[in-house]
Structures are given as structure tokens and as C-alpha cells.
């Protein structure tokens, strides 16, 4: 034995063993405590790292006009990514001459993307190329290894085709906001995701929108992946056939675009059932910006001057415009006098005078009608007649026809944010606050549509409508069919729909009330009233023109609104049309000429044998 | 040479401790495959082990006295390859220059191999003293000295990894040549206040530098002391090492934190994060056994060593191995800071399984004299 060596050889060969099995025990220790005591932990750690859920976007369904013709569809766009799981592992901006000259997009426009990742250290891709070509996508490829970073992604993107064209009823989608998410419709959704944002994409939002999918996918430490263990094919939103005519939208918007101002709005509806046939409204957007703008600084700026343009591009002023009605309000009050008995069939005659004096005030008429009877103050829209009707029936018999004719709340229209027409029912409680009571001159001024009436297009198209069909109110709407769509693998099928119209609000009339009401309505264009130059023999129109001031008594300010509401053929009505243009002066002369435009295109489709008299008459003109 | 041994000598054959280390590397050979199954390593690792195998026959075969008489002579020629590496001969790895690629021999890491002749010589010159009398300090600086070209050499490469197992082949021949135990103590005490209070003061007077503090930070709580950054590693050795569980994952390669390229350096650094994870708590017990059973297989034959010096040779050997193997699975589990230092047996590389295999050579050659009498 070596023991003679040293005093304690053995015992300290024996002290390095032992410290040997310590460090050994320390060892085995640290791994019980990190495999049994840790181990589900740090398996789940393990799986969140390396499995990724890559979330396949479903398209939304597409909007279509009424006779099948595409309105809003979505298409394929691949876009051109900053992948943010590699991003961390090189630096970006030494390759920007690369990316720029292979994607060829401008090297200043990537350092300005590339700074904006840097502000947002959460994100996972980052755009740099939208609508990319096939030429850019085989460059990616063609690139994999030698910039990882670069990725392509496709996503359905949502496609306006006629542009500016009925913007306002198609609205727009946009990545779901912070405040949306809150609300319990859109709880399901995740930031990023696409939903409507305005118009129908917004009101019919939830049949639109398909439900999305997934990749399930094995990742490596760069992201890369490795397998595919799941795919979870998306379910397609549902289709919406919308109850527009495209045919007439376009003559609608290219009425707009012909007028003065080019401010206004116009609206065709079939008054038997309430189903809007065209609704325009100018100075109009273009919802592509909002789609494929949002992330560039050119759509970004387009955006904001969408929002700062006094003109209100953004309004749909069909739906949301609230404009004095002027004269077209004297035919709901026509039939509120004869309903509440202050004029009769038999007996209907008024005193024009002229105008009319209260106080030491004399309110003008634009003529001197004598003692006319209803039908032809309808027609020759005569003031004194109505200020005396508005005088007869007393605030508050303006007030129950507000409510008759329902002009305190919105029409009902499937569209998001509608507004109100306001009356003297809503004003009446503010101006006896502040002036004690409500004077007569408010009263004249509410009978030919002033003051404290102010309108929205489609309120006084629905209600003038009705009087063409027999007193019926229908609610107007878009919405024709939403069509089925099949199950998708776990994803049942979604049903279809069609529209239920409500029971209209009936106007009570009696058919000799309603016939007067009707002569004044016809007169106005057929019988030598204010609207004669619209005339299309063999397509009797039923209308009524409105002027409305909207300067301050006495002052020269801007010029009054044109309007025109109507329907046709007089007795048996196939459609309403109305038309406002802001600022424009009369309505006989800049909103009844808007109206026999969308006319015309509607008689070319349905009544072309009228086509040829009609051009007869406008030569004759 | 097969004639000189003599069949008594043949019969002192140490069966089981060569079992045993081929058992380890075989078992390191499917982890490296686990680790890289579509690399060549666990091949390569195949033809080292035999080489290795071959060669530690060899050196068995030798009388471990002559070895020990030539040490000046292998030290000399350690230095020359460890002056090699650093010249254009030599090859950069990842920054380090720590290869050398000669014809013939093909590409090796020197400073893995001149471990065994700085044994060598510490063993000839403290084996060399007799007596009960106390080590003197020329003879510790000595001791020093023989370590300080070598391991100054290393850290010229830079590799601070490797230049530190040479530490304890020096501190287990200084504790076994009679150092006085108070010199111990003194010296264990000294470092537990010396390096926190180092730390401190270099901390405050900005000597250590901000990601050197990171590392230590990355211990003391790996998950949240930067996880992309310093703790990366870290971090996902400890949940390779973790999701193994009780009895692993067995190659799914869809969970192999390894194939995904989470866990960096399977196949050498992090081998054992890689056992951790295919064989689980149970092949991490049974590992840390076998290592356990091999050193005290090494520590038998120190005591049964027929001579100071072999004695002294196979227990540096051990010092250095338990050091190794603490150190690079305090790393895995992430108790002690990344440190590149390969796992003895384990680890890809035939570098390391080769010098591992002369010294287990030595072992038997010591073990098989031990009836040898002067």
C-alpha cells in the first residue's frame, strides 16, 4: 500500500471521492427538480416555443346587385413581408439596396418601413410591398435563403370595382379597433382582423365575415417552419345580394356628377315593398383607399383629407343629410289636413293672398294662386295656401303628422348610423325654453318645409312614395338575399336569408283624399305645374319640387337646395326617385331634371317602346 | 509488443472499468445521433471510439513509468502543438483558434491532449518527493510553473474553457502531495470572500463589464435575465433538460428542441441537455451512476497504484474529469454560467474522446502493475 507516502493519503483520496459524489448529488438534484418537479412546466414552455397557429384568413362574401352583378368581392393580394421572427438575427438596413432593387420599390420608402418596426417591437409582420407581383414573388423565393427575413404572404384583400360608385351604401372594412374588440359582437376576434367599417360591410358585417382557419405548425428556433400538423380550412363569408340596380346607381351617380354643385344625394326605391334601386350620394370616397391605403403614407394622407374636407365626402347624405324639405313638405301636410279635417275633398280651397302677415311680418308667396283647391296648390306649389293649412291644423296638428307619417324616428334603413328627420315635435320643447312659446310664424314657416324642419332624402322618398301605393310605408332596404353557405369542416353550414319586409305603416286616406292628393302630385309634371319640363309621355310622373332656404331670413347667403321627389308611372308605381342637390337653386330646374335622368335609364331598361317618344319630347323642349 | 505482457499481468485487466467508459460513449453516440441525426457526428464518434479503444490498449500495454520518465519530452512536444495552433497552421473556430489541422493526422485540439503530459509531468516531479514532510511553496510554485505555458498558451486562443480544467489537475496533485490542510481551508476561504467581494468592487468601479454581469444574472434567474440575449442558451438548455421529464421523449423529432435548432451546440456543449431531453430523469440518473461507478472505478486503481506518481496520475485525471463533468452539466441545467467545455465521454469530438481514452489507458496500465514490486 502507498499509505508510508504521507500521513493521511488515504483519507484524502477518499475526501476527493467524496467531493466527487457531491457535486454529482448537486447534479442529479437540479435535474430531478427541473424534470418531475418542472417538467410539465417546461414541456409546455417547449411546446408554446416550437408550435405556431398561422391564422388562414377567410374571404368575405362577396356584395352583389340585384341581378347577380358584382358589387365588392374579394381577390387574392400577396403581400411582401418583414418577418419579425428573423428580423432580430441581422440587421435590415445594410440590405435595403438588395430588397430595393429586387422588389423594386423605392430604398427610401423600406428605411421608412424599416424605422417603423423599430417603434413597434410587438409585431409580427411587416409590409413592405402590397399587390406584390409574380415577378416579386419568385424574386422572395428565388431569395429564401439569402434573406430569410423575406416572406410572402397572401391575404384576401377586399376589392371596390366601381370605385366611388355607391361607396357610401357598401362602406368600407378596416382591421377591427381596440374599442370594437370590447364589445361582445366582435369578441371572438383578435386585433388585426378584418371587419366592416361603414355602410353594409358594417351592417351586415356578421354574415359577411367568414370564419378564419389555421395552420398548425412546427417551428424552429428562426421561425422556419418545419411540418405542417393541422390545417383548418376557413369558411367563406356569406353572400349578399343587395336590392341595388346597378344600371340605375350608375345613371344616379352620373346625375350627381352632372349637377351644379355636384353636392347632393339621390335615391331610387321601389315604393311596393320598400327595396332601394339606387342611393348616391356625392361628393363620394373611394372605399379601395381605405382597404389597401391604410398602410402606406400616401393612403394614410388620402384618409385624412377624406375626414378634413368640408365638402363631407365621408356622409351618406341619402341616409344622414338633414336638409329643409321646402315645398316637398307641403304633401304630407296636404294629407294631415285632409285627415284632420281642415280642408275636406268636397270643400279644399284656401286663400293664396299672396303671401301671408303675422304680426307686422308678410311672408311671401311666389305667385297669387287666388282660392285654390288642394290639387292645384300642389301643383303650382303654392305658399299662401299651405301657410294657411299650417295655421288651420296648429303646431300641434303638425306634431300628429309628424308622428303619422313618422318622421320622428329613422325609416329603418339597414344601414348603420341613420339619422332622424327633425320637426317641430323635436324642436318644440327647446324653442318654448328660450322663447316662451311657440309663435305662429314657426308654424307658417314649418308648413312649406322651413325653420325647424330639416329632413333626410330618404324619409321624405318614403313617405311621398307611399302616396302613389295607397298610403303603404314600406321600410326601404338594401338587403335582398344573404345565401347560404355549406360547412366547411368543423364549421357548420350558415343558412340563408332574405329579407322579411315589415308590415308597412299604413297612411290612412280615402280613396277620393287620395286621388286629390294624386291630381296636385301628377299636375306638378303633367299638367302644366312645376316640374312640366320633366314630362315623359306614356310615363306619367307623380312629383313634387321643393326650393328650401338655407340662408337667415333676408340675408344673401348660399343658394337654396333643390329638390324633387316623385314616383311614376302616376297611378300604378313601378318606382320613386328623389333628388337633393345642395346649393343649387330651384328644384324644378337642377333636381327634377336629376330625377327624369334615372328615369330614363330605367325606362331604357323596362319600357324601351318609351324610349323614342321620350327623346321626342326632349327635342320639343 | 504483445510478447512483454505477461499473463498475471493480463489477468490485473481492468475489464470493467473499459465497460464502462465504452459503455458511456456508446450511450453518448445514440444521444448524438438524437441530437443530430442528419449530421455525420455519430459516425465520426463510431471511428473515434474505436481509435480510442485501440489506442488505450496501447498505452496499457506500455509500463506507465517509462511514460512518466519521458514527460519532459511530451510536455515539450504538447507546447510545440499548442505554439502550432496559434500560428497560421492553426485552424479558427467561432473565434477560437484552438484546432490544428496537420497533414496526415488531420485536424485536433491540442490543448484537449496536452492535459495528459502536464499530468505526466506534475506526477514525475510530485511523485518524485518523499517522505511525510509538508509541501513547500517552491515546490507548489513548481507546480504552478509546469501549468502556467500551457494553460497561458490556451488562453491565447482564446479557449477559457479548456484552460480552466487544467486547474484541478494542478489543485488534486497539490492536495494529495501533502499540502498542509490549513493551506486548504486558508485558500477555500479566501476565494468564497474573494470573489463575491471582487465581484462587488469590480462591479462598482466598472472593471467587469456590463454583459459579464448579464452571465451571472442569467444563474441567479435565467427566464427573465434576457431570454433573447445571454439567457438564450440558457435558458433553452434548461427547458430541453425540463420537457425530458421522467422518461424523455424519445426522438420525436416534432418535439426535439435539438432538430428545431432551440437548443444550440447539441452534439458537444449541450449533449447532456439532449439526453436530458430523449431519455429523461431516469437516463440522467443512470448516466450520472455510471459516472459515478467509472470515478470510483479510477479512485481503486489510485489506491492500488503501486507508486506515488501513478497514483498521482490517474488521480489528476479524476479531479480534472469530475471538474469537466460539473461543469458542463451545471452549465446544461443552468447553475453555472455557459463555459465551452466538452462532456467527458459524451461530447462530439474526437479530440476529446481520444485524450480521454489515452488517460483511461494509463488507469489500466497503472492498474495492471500494481503487483509489480521494486
Redesign the interface.
Given at each position: 500500500m502507498i499509505n508510508d507516502y504521507s500521513q493521511n493519503l488515504l483519507a484524502r483520496i477518499t475526501t476527493v471521492q467524496v467531493i466527487a459524489y457531491i457535486l454529482l448529488l448537486i447534479l442529479g438534484g437540479r435535474v430531478f427538480y427541473l424534470q418531475i418537479i418542472r417538467g410539465d412546466y417546461y414541456k409546455e414552455k417547449a411546446e408554446n416555443q416550437r408550435i405556431k397557429l398561422i391564422p388562414i384568413p377567410a374571404p368575405r362574401g362577396s356584395i352583389l346587385d340585384r341581378y347577380g352583378r358584382i358589387l365588392v368581392d374579394s381577390r387574392p393580394s400577396y403581400n411582401i413581408v418583414f418577418a419579425s421572427e428573423q428580423i432580430k438575427f441581422i440587421n435590415p438596413f445594410e440590405r435595403v439596396d438588395d430588397y430595393a432593387r429586387g422588389l423594386k420599390v423605392d430604398k427610401q420608402y423600406l428605411i421608412e418601413r424599416l424605422n417603423l418596426i423599430k417603434k413597434q417591437p410587438g409585431f409580427e409582420t411587416m409590409i413592405i410591398k402590397e399587390n406584390a407581383t409574380i415577378e416579386d414573388i419568385a424574386w422572395v423565393e428565388a431569395h429564401s435563403l439569402e434573406f430569410p427575413e423575406l416572406q410572402v404572404e397572401i391575404r384576401p384583400q377586399r376589392n371596390y370595382p366601381y370605385g366611388e360608385v355607391l361607396a357610401h351604401v357598401l362602406g368600407y372594412v378596416g382591421e377591427v379597433s381596440p374599442k370594437q374588440l370590447e364589445k361582445p359582437e366582435y369578441s371572438h376576434l383578435k386585433p388585426g382582423d378584418i371587419v366592416g367599417k361603414a355602410g353594409l360591410e358594417q351592417y351586415y358585417d356578421k354574415y359577411l365575415r367568414g370564419i378564419p382557419g389555421y395552420r398548425k405548425v412546427l417551428v424552429d428556433s428562426r421561425g422556419r417552419i418545419q411540418a405542417e400538423l393541422e390545417v383548418v380550412e376557413p369558411q367563406p363569408g356569406q353572400d349578399l345580394i343587395t336590392t341595388i340596380d346597378l344600371d340605375l346607381q350608375l345613371a344616379a351617380e352620373a346625375e350627381l356628377a352632372k349637377s351644379v354643385t355636384k353636392r347632393g344625394a339621390i335615391i331610387a326605391m321601389d315604393p311596393n315593398n320598400g327595396e332601394i334601386l339606387a342611393m348616391a350620394s356625392s361628393p363620394s370616397f373611394d372605399p379601395n383607399v381605405f382597404v389597401k391605403g391604410v398602410s402606406t403614407p400616401e393612403g394614410r394622407r388620402k384618409i385624412a383629407e377624406y375626414y378634413k374636407d368640408e365638402n363631407r365626402p365621408l356622409l351618406n347624405r341619402a341616409i344622414q343629410g338633414r336638409y329643409h324639405p321646402g315645398s316637398t313638405w307641403k304633401i304630407p301636410l296636404a294629407v294631415a289636413g285632409l285627415q284632420q279635417e281642415a280642408i275636406t275633398v268636397k270643400n279644399s280651397r284656401l286663400l293664396c293672398g299672396g303671401g301671408i302677415t303675422i304680426g307686422n311680418k308678410f311672408t311671401r308667396c311666389m305667385g297669387n294662386h287666388g282660392t285654390p283647391p288642394l290639387d292645384y296648390a300642389i301643383t303650382k306649389s303654392c305658399d299662401g295656401y299651405f301657410y294657411r293649412l299650417g295655421l288651420k291644423l296648429g303646431v300641434d296638428g303638425l306634431i300628429k303628422m309628424v308622428e303619422e307619417f313618422e318622421y320622428d324616428r329613422p325609416t329603418g334603413i339597414d344601414l348603420p348610423n341613420e339619422k332622424a328627420t327633425r320637426t317641430p315635435k323635436y324642436w318644440k320643447p327647446y324653442v318654448e325654453k328660450r322663447e316662451g312659446s311657440w309663435k305662429d310664424i314657426r308654424t307658417v314657416y314649418a308648413s312649406i318645409g322651413q325653420d325647424t324642419v330639416e329632413a333626410t332624402p330618404i324619409s321624405m322618398l318614403r313617405t311621398i312614395a307611399a302616396i302613389g301605393v295607397q298610403g303603404k310605408m314600406y321600410v326601404p332596404h338594401l338587403m335582398k338575399e344573404i345565401k347560404e353557405i355549406g360547412a366547411v369542416g368543423a364549421f357548420p353550414a350558415r343558412p340563408g336569408l332574405t329579407y322579411e319586409i315589415p308590415e308597412p305603416k299604413i297612411i290612412k286616406m280615402t280613396e277620393e283624399q287620395e286621388a286629390l292628393v294624386m291630381h296636385g302630385l301628377w299636375g306638378v309634371v303633367n299638367a302644366g305645374g312645376t316640374a312640366s319640363r320633366i314630362r315623359i309621355p306614356g310615363f306619367d310622373i307623380a312629383g313634387k319640387t321643393g326650393t328650401a332656404q338655407n340662408a337667415a331670413l333676408g340675408t344673401k347667403g348660399p343658394k337654396d337646395h333643390a329638390w324633387f321627389v316623385s314616383f311614376a308611372p302616376a297611378y300604378k308605381p313601378e318606382i320613386a326617385v328623389m333628388a337633393i342637390i345642395e346649393n343649387s337653386g330651384f328644384g324644378a330646374q337642377h333636381a327634377a331634371p336629376a330625377v327624369r335622368g334615372v328615369y330614363d335609364a330605367y325606362l331604357r331598361k323596362h319600357h324601351p317602346e318609351l324610349v323614342q317618344g321620350q327623346t321626342l319630347a326632349k327635342n320639343g323642349l | 509488443m504483445i510478447g512483454i505482457i505477461e499473463k498475471r499481468n493480463f489477468r490485473e485487466f481492468d475489464f470493467l472499468l473499459l465497460i464502462l467508459a465504452i459503455s458511456i460513449v456508446c450511450f453518448g453516440i445514440w444521444q448524438i445521433y438524437n441530437a443530430q441525426p442528419n449530421e455525420i457526428y455519430w459516425q465520426k464518434q463510431i471511428i473515434g471510439l474505436i481509435i480510442a479503444v485501440l489506442i488505450a490498449l496501447v498505452v496499457s500495454m506500455i509500463d506507465y513509468r517509462t511514460l512518466i520518465h519521458f514527460a519532459p519530452a511530451f510536455y515539450a512536444l504538447g507546447l510545440i502543438l499548442l505554439i502550432l495552433v496559434l500560428t497560421p497552421l492553426g485552424v479558427k473556430v467561432k473565434g477560437q483558434q484552438a484546432w490544428l489541422k496537420l497533414p496526415i493526422v488531420g485536424q485536433f485540439q491540442p490543448s484537449e491532449f496536452v492535459k495528459i503530459p502536464v499530468v505526466l509531468m506534475l506526477a514525475k516531479y510530485f511523485g518524485e518527493r518523499?517522505?511525510?514532510q509538508p509541501l513547500t511553496l517552491k515546490e507548489m510554485m513548481v507546480g504552478v510553473a509546469i501549468l502556467v505555458a500551457p494553460v497561458g498558451l490556451i488562453l491565447l486562443e482564446p479557449d477559457a474553457g479548456q484552460a480552466l480544467t487544467y486547474i484541478p489537475l494542478l489543485a488534486?496533485v497539490i492536495?494529495?502531495?501533502?499540502i498542509k490542510i490549513r493551506w486548504v481551508v486558508l485558500s477555500l476561504i479566501a476565494v468564497l470572500i474573494l470573489a463575491p467581494v471582487s465581484f462587488y468592487v469590480g462591479v462598482k468601479t466598472g472593471k467587469i463589464k456590463q454583459y459579464q454581469i448579464e452571465r451571472i444574472n442569467v444563474i441567479l434567474d435565467p427566464e427573465n435575465a434576457d431570454p433573447?440575449g445571454y439567457g438564450y442558451h440558457t435558458f433553452?438548455s434548461?427547458?430541453?433538460?425540463?420537457?425530458?421529464?421522467?422518461t424523455g421523449i424519445k426522438g420525436d423529432a416534432?418535439?426535439s428542441?435539438s432538430?428545431?435548432?432551440?437548443l444550440p451546440e447539441p452534439h458537444t456543449d449541450f449533449i447532456f441537455a439532449v439526453t436530458?431531453e430523449n431519455t429523461?430523469?431516469l437516463g440522467?440518473?443512470s448516466l450520472?451512476l455510471a459516472?459515478?461507478l467509472l470515478?470510483?472505478r479510477l479512485?481503486m486503481g489510485?489506491?492500488f497504484?503501486?507508486?506515488?506518481a501513478g497514483?498521482l496520475v490517474i488521480?489528476a485525471f479524476?479531479?480534472g474529469m469530475?471538474f469537466q463533468?460539473?461543469i458542463n452539466?451545471?452549465m446544461t441545467?443552468g447553475?453555472l454560467p455557459v463555459i465551452g467545455v466538452p462532456l467527458p465521454l459524451m461530447s462530439a469530438g474526437l479530440s476529446s474522446i481520444l485524450s480521454t481514452f489515452i488517460a483511461i489507458g494509463f488507469v489500466l496500465s497503472v492498474r495492471m502493475r500494481r503487483f509489480v514490486n521494486y
Open positions: - | 518523499k517522505g511525510v488534486t492536495f494529495l502531495s501533502a433573447r433553452q434548461i427547458i430541453t433538460v425540463g420537457q425530458g421529464g421522467v416534432e418535439k428542441q432538430a428545431l435548432k432551440f436530458a429523461g430523469f440522467c440518473v450520472l459516472y459515478a470515478l470510483s479512485i489510485a489506491k497504484s503501486p507508486d506515488r497514483m488521480m479524476v479531479g469530475t463533468i460539473f452539466i451545471g441545467l447553475i
